[in-house]
T-cell receptor, first 113, second 108 residues
């Protein structure tokens, strides 16, 4: 299995631009999670899906952030407009119906200048 | 909500044993997980304790005491490749919440 695949690995964008991060979970996993990691705040859960349905988006910082999961093999996290404080590493993770053993992707390092 | 406390840094020499403690407060509890993250990499799952006691996986062991809201990760026979950050995490449901992480530095 190729694991959780995220793209792009690195993204540098200017403030005000739209950013879209992509994730392909492990086939057969029914839970998908978006996390953000910064030095100040550590690993924060932004949103998670079960069977493509958003279950909890209470961690999404504000309306500039949105996430979708149109099918079982693809999810996006969009930031519009982006701000410098959004600079972080964004991880996608998936799980097969368990509350442990999440598999994380390699992350997208986002820099907003 | 959830809060977790773990030491920020630990340094040890190759071959030594390191114990990383984790105390937690949570409104609901399924279990305590441990993840390893090398610099610039993805967090990788190490172990999970749902019940009290010790779980052993090779050189790594994890312990849980639910009554004390406490657990630890034990790293034995330390190797240079064990230099990484280690995170404890609690699962009140599927919303896995992570501690701030412990940076382990292994010296020759």
């Amino acid at each position: 299995d190729a694991g959780v695949i995220q793209s792009p690995r690195h993204e540098v964008t200017e403030m005000g631009q739209e950013v879209t991060l992509r994730c392909k979970p492990i086939s057969g996993h029914d839970y998908l999670f978006w996390y953000r990691q910064t030095m100040m705040r550590g690993l924060e859960l932004l949103i998670y899906f079960n069977n493509n349905v958003p279950i909890d988006d209470s961690g999404m910082p504000e309306d500039r952030f949105s996430a979708k999961m149109p099918n079982a093999s693809f999810s996006t996290l969009k930031i519009q407009p982006s701000e410098p404080r959004d600079s972080a590493v964004y991880f996608c993770a998936s799980s097969k119906g368990q509350v442990y053993g999440y598999t994380f992707g390699s992350g997208t390092r986002l820099t907003v200048v | 909500g959830q809060s977790l406390e773990q030491p920020s840094e630990v340094t040890a020499v190759e071959g030594a044993i390191v114990q990383i403690n984790c105390t937690y407060q949570t409104s609901g509890f399924y279990g305590l997980s441990w993840y390893q993250q090398h610099d610039g990499g993805a967090p990788t799952f190490l172990s999970y304790n749902a019940l009290d006691g010790l779980e052993e996986t090779g050189r790594f062991s994890s312990f849980l005491s639910r009554s004390d809201s406490y657990g630890y990760l034990l790293l034995q026979e330390l190797q240079m490749k064990d230099s990484a950050s280690y995170f404890c995490a609690v699962s009140p449901d599927y919303k896995l919440s992570f501690g701030a992480g412990t940076t382990v530095t292994v010296r020759a």
